[in-house]
């Protein structure tokens, strides 16, 4: 079949020979190319990578030519099993209508309800999946990490979700400031004394660059981002419970910054299936919505400033630590 070599990966049945495939969707009148696919991905997961290039939602989506045993292929079958031939050519035909880009917002607000799951032996699968590992080195490889200031030694490292977790973006004000969560810079100040500071958005860099300047994060004199992370930098899984969904794997900054690991990182957002690659450096943190109302009354981050500082005097592996419990941590109860 159409593939390309990725390194192998270890198992501890074996070798598992895992495989770039190309495919090549016409659609529309053009042609786009999905290159974020493995041989041992599914037919959901290609799906999936199509929405990202097309806008085309995965139910509405008929692929012409993709067959398995001469019927069509479901959605759990391996992208390894259809036989591809070498520049193989997906046909597509789907709508994309105003009705769909309302529904593509429609998985934050599932999130609300299936985060609350209890998935750690999900999260387990995910996070050593050898095909999964896999999208992860080739990230760590291809994605270009612009940074913005240097990372400084001995320093922890921080990583921030924006919406809803720094910011209320579906809620209307007048300035990005009545926005923005209630100590923000008080928070990223105090952060910055102990930890090297990234921000990631499942979102293109052009909206993160302009909501950090709006709301004078990248100007602050107080304290410096070392990068931003777009939603680029993600990659797409496949979970029982979930379905496809893309996650933030801190392995891609492990693997260009050897001073961090899951030992000195901690990682902040309102979704929890964020964190399926990583799930032991997760932290959930309460979401910020409906700002002109809570904006007056929220102290997440002030809370979590303290929780920060005290891992950071206290706690030589963040491994040891249950971010699900942080608002108990007493470092006094330490042996």
């Keep these: 079949m159409a593939s390309e070599s990725e390194p192998s990966t270890s ?24 290159t974020d696919l493995t041989d041992q991905d599914t037919v959901a997961v290609l799906r999936h990578e199509i929405f990202k290039l097309t806008q085309v939602r995965p139910e509405r989506q008929k692929l012409l030519n993709l067959k398995y045993k001469g019927q069509v292929a479901p959605d759990d079958t391996k992208i390894c099993l259809l036989e591809l ?31 609350d799951f209890d998935v750690a032996e999900e999260e387990d699968l995910v996070e050593t999946s050898p095909v999964y590992l896999s999208k992860v080195q080739r990230r760590i490889k291809e994605y270009k990490i612009n940074e913005l200031n240097p990372p400084r030694e001995g320093k922890r490292l921080l990583v921030l979700d924006i919406d809803y977790t720094l910011f209320d973006h579906r809620s209307t004000a007048e300035t990005a400031a009545e926005l923005m ?80 690991s ?56 963040f491994n040891k630590l249950n971010h699900r419990k942080w608002a108990q941590y007493d470092p006094s109860k330490r042996r």
């Excluded at 209508?97 to 985060?115: R, W």
């Design 181 to 260: 969560r209630p100590y923000l810079h008080e928070f990223l100040e105090s952060a910055y004394e102990d930890y090297d500071i990234v921000i990631w958005s499942a979102t293109n860099m052009r909206w993160i660059e302009e909501k950090m300047k709006l709301l004078g994060v990248s100007t602050n004199p107080n304290y410096k981002i070392m990068f931003y992370l777009d939603t680029s930098a993600m990659i797409s899984v496949y979970t029982i419970e979930r379905g496809v969904v893309d996650v933030k794997p801190l392995g891609l900054i492990w693997g260009q910054y050897k001073q961090y």
């Design 262 to 317: 899951s030992k000195n990182t901690i990682m902040f957002d309102d979704i929890h299936r964020n964190f399926l690659m990583n799930p032991r450096s997760g932290l959930r943190i309460r979401p910020f919505r409906q700002a002109h109302i809570s904006r007056h009354t929220d102290k997440e981050l002030v809370k979590l400033s303290k929780y920060l500082k005290d891992i950071a005097l206290h706690c030589d592996d």
């Design 11 to 34: 198992t501890s049945q074996g070798i598992i020979e895992i495989h770039q495939v190309p495919i090549i969707v016409k659609w529309g009148g053009k042609e786009y190319t999905v």
């Design 85 to 115: 031939k070498p520049k193989f050519k997906l046909m597509m035909v789907g709508s994309t209508e105003a009705a769909i880009e309302g529904a593509c917002q429609l998985p934050d607000e599932i999130s609300e309800v299936i985060d």
